[in-house]
């Protein structure tokens, strides 16, 4: 891939809540948007879908009026319809889901849309293309994991990379403003990959949560760091 064109648009940044200070969750949320966040990411997990247990809709009601920061729902919660709804009610602006969180992909989404909100498809790794590229026309964004699902903090899965340049192609070619999500692994080097591939959401726990400089690691994530724009 080329350098992004003019029109492109701006990557944005989605830290992921999961690696904040849970004993301090609204400080967290208020200091990423003071250090840049574009969207905070919020990872829902049952320990029935993935192997850890997160938080639910309460919690995402309970940052709601900390922030005014676009809340990027990651469902990994199996079945998924009978919650959409109390997301939305908490406060989600995006909610992506997992073709595998239950038989009714395309009815999920629609579920997401007649309650007016964004709605996304998530990728893991080993998850056919075709799971996101029928529903293209029904999603606001495409989430490629570069880890398996579950944890913060594990490395980056290089073989994701040609998934998402497909993807890529696929969004352009379809002429419809959907987003193109990486989730997993993202530090500042595996960001430029990413964004080279044609990624345009960069979500990333711990290289942001983790760091000392919070406004710095969203900078150089974005691809704004020491090394100048790219
Ligand atoms: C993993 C979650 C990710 C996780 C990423 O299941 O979907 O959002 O927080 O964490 P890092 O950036 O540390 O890999
Ligand atoms: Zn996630």
Do not use: C, Y
């Amino acid at each position: 891939m080329g350098p992004k064109s003019a029109s492109s648009p701006p990557v944005i940044v989605a830290p992921s809540l999961l690696s904040a200070d849970f004993a301090h969750l609204a400080d967290e949320v208020r200091a990423i948007e003071s250090a840049g966040a574009d969207w905070l990411h919020l990872d829902v997990m049952d320990g029935h879908f993935v192997p850890n247990i997160t938080f639910g809709p309460m919690l995402v009601r309970a940052l709601r009026p900390h922030t005014r920061i676009r809340f990027d729902i990651h469902l990994m919660i199996a079945p998924v319809d009978p919650f959409l709804a109390a997301f939305v009610e908490a406060g989600a602006d995006l909610i992506s889901l997992h073709p595998e969180a239950g038989p009714h992909l395309h009815r999920s989404l629609q579920t997401i849309r007649a309650l007016g909100k964004r709605a996304g498809v998530v990728l893991n790794p080993a998850t056919p293309l075709d799971h996101a590229l029928t529903v293209l026309d029904m999603v606001d964004l495409v989430l490629v994991m570069t880890v398996n699902p579950g944890f913060g903090g594990q490395s980056f899965l290089p073989s994701q990379l040609p998934r998402i340049a497909a993807l890529r192609r696929a969004i352009d070619d379809s002429g419809r403003a959907i987003r193109l999500s990486v989730d997993g692994g993202i530090t500042p080097a595996t960001a430029a990959l990413v964004r080279e591939a044609g990624a345009d959401v960069l979500v990333a726990g711990t290289a942001v949560f983790g760091a000392v400089d919070r406004a710095g690691a969203i900078s150089a994530i974005r691809g704004r760091g020491a090394g100048g724009p790219s």
